[in-house]
Nanobody, 123 residues
């Protein structure tokens, strides 16, 4: 089992930045691929960014490349999503997720989920 708790988010002006932090706990937290999903514009939840269990590789969906940066800290078992140059289309719910040990960052499967946090971008 991996427990995930997100923090950050809130109301941000367009063009600004926000940092989302996911704290992971559990015996296998350090061996799980980690990701941030987002649900925006009433669409289905999508994989926005992911980091491999080793931390050596990252994945970004095309829509966020160049603006999103995912990183993980194995000492604190946290995964951070830095979002720059926010626009109103980024408004939505951002959720941290983890695979079981040695899962694949792009395809998961992602089985553990945080509660989700809101990011609202004002124009």
């Amino acid at each position: 089992q991996v427990a995930l708790v997100e923090s950050g988010g809130g109301l941000v002006q367009a063009g600004g930045s926000v940092k989302l932090i996911c704290a992971a706990s559990g015996h296998y937290a350090g061996q799980a691929a980690m990701a941030w999903f987002r649900q925006i514009n009433g669409k289905e939840r999508e994989l926005a960014a992911a980091a491999s269990w080793s931390g050596g590789n990252t994945y970004y969906t095309d829509a966020v490349k160049g603006r999103f940066t995912i990183s993980r800290d194995y000492d604190t078992n946290t995964v951070t999503l830095q979002i720059n140059n926010l626009n109103p289309h980024d408004t939505g719910i951002y959720t941290c997720s983890a695979t079981r040990p040695y899962g694949t960052m792009a395809t998961g499967p992602y089985e553990f989920w945080g509660q989700g946090i809101h990011v609202t971008v004002s124009s």
